[in-house]
C-alpha cells in the first residue's frame, strides 16, 4: 500500500493528466489510476488494462507505456487495482468492479459505452478471458498478454469477441504451449477460418502474426508470437499497446458495416501437379452475408482485383473455373444499402512443382497441419486443426542435439491393419496432388518417437481411393524417446524411387507398423519428379513358372500376374523392401 502511495502522489505531481481514484463496489473501496488526455473530446473510447498477481495498477502502467498512443488516438485509459493484488477469475466481484468503472468513466469523460475495451497481463490476461465470457456486451474488444485461463478456457460469451491475444515462447510463469489450444477454441466459436494468415517475420525476425478471421460480425482471433520472449510485456520493435490499440479501434458493440464470410472452401487450398499442366477442377466459393443496421445490396466476387461475378440475392456463391498456376486471392465483398463494404478471403495456390516439393512445412505445435490426415485406430484428425495435447500432433522439438526441429507424431493404439497412419492430401483435406506418368523420387527424414527397440514404417503410393501403387518399408535409426525435449540423432536423409504409369490423383501414407503403439515422426517429405516413364522390354524368363519378369531401361525387374496387376519387390541389404503395384 506505501507504494501504491508512493506512486499515486508521484503521479499527481508530475501530470495532470494522471489521476488516482477510487469507487466504492459491495461496499468496499476500490481504486484506480486513470490517464486522460487533454482535449479529449465527447464520445472517446476506454481501454481498461488489468496487471499481473503481486502487481499494482502503477507497475501496470509503466510496463504497458501507453500514455503517447492515447494523446494522440484521444482515449481514456484506466489502471485498476484488484484486491490483494490478484483478480477474481471465476465469479463476479471484479466484474460489478469493470461494470461500475465504466459507468464512472462514461459519466465523468463523456466515454462512448460502445467503444470500451479491455487488457490485462498475466493474471490480468486471465481475467480478461473471463471478462469475454460474462462481459461480452460491455466490451467492444479484447486483449490479453501472457494470460489464460490454464485450467481449461470456456467459451460461452453471448456473442463473437475479436481477440488479439500476445504472448513469448519463453514464457517460463504461463507457458505459451496453452495458448494454440486457447486460440483454437476461440476460433471455433467466433466462426473464424480455421486456418491462419501468417506473417513471418512480421517486424521482427522474431515476431509471428497470426490471424484467423473474418469469423461472423467480421471479427478477428490475432496471435502475436514473440519468439524468446519471457513473461513481460514487450516494448521493443512491437509495442505491445500500440498492436493493442491498432486492433482494438476497429471494433465498437455497435455494429455499421456488413459483414460477409466465405463458408467454403475452406482457407488455403493447394493443388499441386507433377510432370503436367495443372488440372483444377471446378470450384464454388460460397458466402453469406448481413448487415446489422440495414440490408445487404449485393455480395461480388473477386480472384485478386478482377471481378468474377456478382449477386443481389442470397445464397450467395461463386464458380471458378480453370485457375491458373499461382496463388489466387479470393475474395467476397458485401455492400450494404448505406455504401458500407465488408470483405472475406481466402487463398487457393496452385503449382506446379519442377524440382524438390517439401511438404512437411510444420510451424504449429499441438496440430494437425493444412493438408494432411492422421489416424491412430480410434481418433481421425484433419488439419489445419489445433490444440492438442495429446494424439497425433506436430511437436516442436528443443533438444540441444535433434535431427529435425518440427515433426509429425502418430500411432497405432489397437495394433490393426493399417490403422495407424499420417496422409498427405487425402480426401476432404485442403491439398490435391495430381501426378502424370513419369518416375519420381520420394525424400524423407523419419524417426520413431517411443521406440527404443525400433518400429518399421511404410511409406505408400495410393490413388485417392485407396489403390496402393507402390510401397517402401524400412526402420528408422533414430528414436525421440517420448519427449520433445530430448537429443536424438541418427535421422538421416534417405530416398527412393518409383513410376507412375496413369494420369490421376494420389495421396502418400506414412503408416505405422500393424502393433500397439507402433509410432513414427516425420521430420522432413519432399517429393520430385525425375522424368517419363522408359519403355518396358520384355524379356522371358524361366526362374519361376508363376510369373513373366519384364525389365525396365533401367534395369529394374518387374513381374506380372496372371490377373494383370504388375509387382515388384525387392529386399535391400539393410533388411528394408520395396514394392510396387501397378494397375495396367
Known amino acids: 500500500m506505501k507504494r501504491l502511495l508512493y506512486s499515486v502522489v508521484f503521479l499527481l505531481m508530475t501530470t495532470t493528466a494522471v489521476k488516482a481514484d477510487d469507487i466504492v463496489v459491495d461496499n468496499i473501496n476500490r481504486n484506480y489510476i486513470v490517464y486522460a488526455p487533454k482535449d479529449l473530446g465527447a464520445k472517446r473510447p476506454l481501454l481498461i488494462s488489468c496487471h499481473g498477481m503481486n502487481q499494482d495498477a502503477g507497475y501496470q502502467r509503466d510496463m504497458l507505456k501507453i500514455e503517447a498512443i492515447a494523446d494522440t488516438a484521444k482515449f481514456v485509459t484506466v489502471f485498476p487495482n484488484g484486491i490483494d493484488r490478484g483478480w477474481d477469475i471465476g465469479g463476479d466481484r471484479d466484474l460489478r468492479y469493470m461494470q461500475a468503472l465504466i459507468d464512472k468513466m462514461v459519466e465523468r469523460y463523456d466515454i462512448d459505452p460502445n467503444r470500451v475495451y479491455i487488457s490485462g497481463f498475466s493474471m490480468g490476461g486471465m481475467f480478461t478471458y473471463h471478462c469475454m465470457n460474462r462481459m461480452a456486451d460491455k466490451f467492444a474488444a479484447f486483449a490479453p498478454i501472457s494470460g489464460y485461463p490454464m485450467g481449461g478456457g470456456n467459451y460461452t460469451s453471448s456473442r463473437p469477441v475479436p481477440i488479439i491475444h500476445t504472448h513469448g515462447t519463453g514464457d517460463d510463469v ?7 489450444g486457447t486460440m483454437a477454441g476461440w476460433v471455433k466459436r467466433n466462426g473464424c477460418p480455421t486456418t491462419a494468415k501468417v506473417v513471418k517475420p512480421y517486424r521482427a525476425n522474431h515476431i509471428t502474426k497470426h490471424t484467423w478471421g473474418p469469423g461472423e460480425n467480421g471479427v478477428e482471433v490475432v496471435l502475436l508470437e514473440l519468439e524468446g520472449k519471457g513473461h513481460w510485456i514487450s516494448n521493443d520493435i512491437v509495442f505491445t499497446g500500440e498492436e493493442i490499440w491498432n486492433f482494438c479501434k476497429r471494433y465498437s458493440l455497435v ?17 499441386l501437379t507433377f510432370g503436367g499442366a495443372s488440372e483444377v477442377p471446378a470450384i464454388t466459393v460460397k458466402a453469406t452475408a448481413s448487415d446489422p443496421d440495414g440490408e445487404v445490396k449485393s455480395v461480388a466476387f473477386y480472384d485478386g482485383d478482377v471481378l468474377l461475378a456478382e449477386q443481389t440475392k442470397a445464397p450467395y456463391s461463386c ?16 455492400t450494404d444499402d448505406e455504401g458500407r463494404t465488408g470483405s472475406s478471403e481466402i487463398t487457393v495456390n496452385v503449382d506446379e512443382p519442377t524440382g524438390n516439393y517439401v511438404f512437411t512445412k510444420f510451424l504449429t505445435e499441438g496440430s494437425v497441419p493444412e493438408g ?52 498427405f492430401a487425402d480426401k476432404g483435406t485442403s491439398a ?15 524417426s520413431n518417437w517411443n521406440q527404443p527397440n525400433f518400429s518399421p514404417v511404410t511409406i505408400a503410393i495410393e490413388t485417392i481411393d ?58 522432413q517429405a519432399a517429393l520430385r519428379r525425375k522424368g517419363n516413364v522408359s519403355a518396358i ?48
Open 537 to 584: 522390354e520384355n524379356v522371358a524368363s524361366s526362374e519361376s513358372p508363376k510369373y513373366t519378369y519384364y525389365y525396365n531401361m533401367s534395369g529394374q525387374r518387374i513381374a506380372s500376374d496372371a490377373k494383370g496387376l504388375q509387382i515388384e519387390k525387392r529386399v535391400m541389404s539393410d533388411g528394408s523392401s520395396q514394392s510396387r503395384k501397378i494397375l495396367k
Open 432 to 446: 490435391t496432388l495430381m501426378m502424370y506418368p513419369g518416375n519420381y523420387q520420394m525424400y524423407y527424414r523419419i
Open 466 to 523: 485407396g489403390k496402393e501403387v507402390y510401397s517402401y518399408t524400412f526402420t528408422p535409426t533414430s528414436n525421440v524417446g517420448n519427449s520433445a525435449a530430448n537429443e536424438f540423432s541418427g535421422t538421416t536423409l534417405k530416398s527412393f524411387t518409383f513410376d507412375v504409369n496413369d494420369k490421376g490423383q494420389y495421396v502418400i501414407t506414412f503408416y505405422t507398423a500393424d502393433a500397439p503403439w507402433a509410432d513414427l515422426v516425420i521430420g
Open 174 to 180: 504461463v507457458g505459451f504451449g496453452g495458448v494454440s
Open 255 to 271: 455494429l455499421k458495416d456488413p459483414s460477409v464470410r466465405i463458408t467454403s472452401p475452406n482457407d488455403g487450398l493447394s493443388y
Open 372 to 423: 494432411w490426415t492422421t489416424y491412430d485406430g480410434n481418433e481421425k484428425r484433419t488439419g489445419f486443426s489445433s490444440g492438442y495435447g495429446s494424439g497425433s500432433r506436430v511437436f516442436k522439438f528443443t533438444g540441444a542435439k535433434r535431427d529435425f526441429d518440427w515433426g509429425l507424431y502418430t500411432r497405432n493404439t489397437t495394433g490393426g491393419k493399417k490403422a495407424g497412419y499420417a496422409r
Open 319 to 334: 464458380v471458378i473455373d480453370n485457375l491458373s498456376k499461382g496463388t489466387h486471392r479470393i475474395r467476397a465483398v458485401a
